[in-house]
């Protein structure tokens, strides 16, 4: 029903922000990474989501439209609810999850609170289509580790001890290529 709230910011906690529209206060739950990009705001415009529960009417409110549409892909898949939809939204940005997801990087999206081991993989499998592919500019940690074991075995192939070979690897950019980081590895070897 509601697309989205703009008025002056009434009240602001890092739960909560009330937006007076026209007379009339609307309590919004937000994320952190909200709270952060209004706080020093009067007038704010907050992308909603309604949830209407047998027991409660609860408003969420977004700083950018892309965070709404990751809440509301969080909130499809089995076994997140909003509350926790919100609390990955407030440990991870947008493009952090957007790239763990792609990436298949469950370890991180296990990181955060109330986020176990089989909701961080179903969130994965069920979502990986859904968001596509990795923003450019950000590199997951998981495609950063591959690239690394992906070093590591061509320079033991190379007859480089492992031991040496990983030290060595650890010391280089962990955002090269594999091709970059074996050349860079064997001229310290």
Same mark, same amino acid.
């Given at each position: 029903m509601f697309e989205y709230l703009s008025g002056k910011l009434a009240s602001l906690t890092a739960a909560t922000a009330v937006v007076d529209c026209g007379g009339v206060g609307y309590l919004l739950e937000i994320s952190l990474n909200t709270y952060s990009a209004i706080q020093t705001q009067t007038e704010v415009r907050l992308w909603v989501h309604e949830v209407v529960r047998e027991d409660a009417y609860q408003l969420y409110g977004f700083y950018t439209q892309s965070e709404r549409e990751m809440f509301r892909l969080l909130i499809g898949v089995s076994g997140v609810g909003a509350a926790t939809a919100r609390m990955m939204l407030s440990s991870l +940005?947008? %493009?952090?999850?957007? !790239? @763990?997801?792609? +990436? *298949? %990087? %469950? $370890?991180?999206? =296990?990181?955060? $609170?109330? &986020?176990? @081991? =089989? #909701? @961080? *993989?179903r969130i994965v499998l069920e979502l990986q289509d859904k968001v596509g592919s &990795?923003? +450019?500019?950000?590199? !997951? #940690?998981? @495609?950063? !580790?591959? +690239? $690394?074991e992906e070093a590591l075995g061509a320079l033991v192939m190379l007859g480089f001890p492992k031991a040496a070979a990983d030290k060595v690897l650890q010391s280089l950019d962990a955002s090269l290529s594999v091709e970059d980081l074996i050349k860079q590895a064997l001229q310290k070897l």
């Open positions: +940005s947008v %493009d952090e999850l957007t !790239s @763990a997801i792609a +990436s *298949q %990087d %469950d $370890k991180m999206l =296990k990181r955060v $609170k109330g &986020v176990g @081991a =089989k #909701t @961080a *993989q &990795v923003p +450019s500019g950000v590199v !997951s #940690t998981a @495609a950063v !580790s591959r +690239s $690394k």
